[in-house]
């Protein structure tokens, strides 16, 4: 059983909206740390947003000022909402949770659960 479900995915011209969520509801463990990654084919997993179970909120500079992460811990869901998409942001998006170095909260390899994926693409 997947522990973590994105959904929210699809197809949306350049400057448009999307919002992403990842059911959360799964996981019997306390979770610390929850982000959104992204991934093209050829290219590395990379990390754009990640939050604390405080509420703390970190982006990547490729990000930041366009997409928004959020949580609602209660019903162990988090979501991302992606404004002013352009081309480049079209990539298979996946949530993962764990318990990262507070220094490497956007790197991969801190993360032990992922989810299936979800993918976005953007029209220019």
């Known amino acids: 059983v997947q522990a973590l479900v994105e959904s929210g995915g699809g197809s949306v011209q350049s400057g448009g909206s999307l919002r992403l969520s990842c059911d959360a509801s799964?996981?019997?463990?306390?979770?610390?740390?929850m982000a959104w990654f992204r991934q093209v084919p050829g290219k590395e997993r990379e990390g754009i947003a990640a939050i604390a179970s405080d509420g703390e909120t970190i982006y990547d500079d490729s990000v930041k000022g366009r997409f928004t992460i959020s949580q609602d811990n209660a019903k162990k869901q988090l979501y991302l909402q992606m404004d002013s998409l352009k081309a480049e942001d079209t990539a298979m998006y996946y949530c993962?949770?764990?318990?990262?170095?507070?220094?490497?909260?956007?790197?991969?390899?801190?993360?032990?659960?992922w989810g299936q994926g979800t993918q976005v693409t953007v029209s220019s």
């Open positions: 799964r996981f019997l463990s306390t979770i610390y740390w």
């Open positions: 993962a949770a764990g318990f990262p170095a507070y220094s490497h909260v956007l790197s991969s390899s801190e993360y032990n659960y």
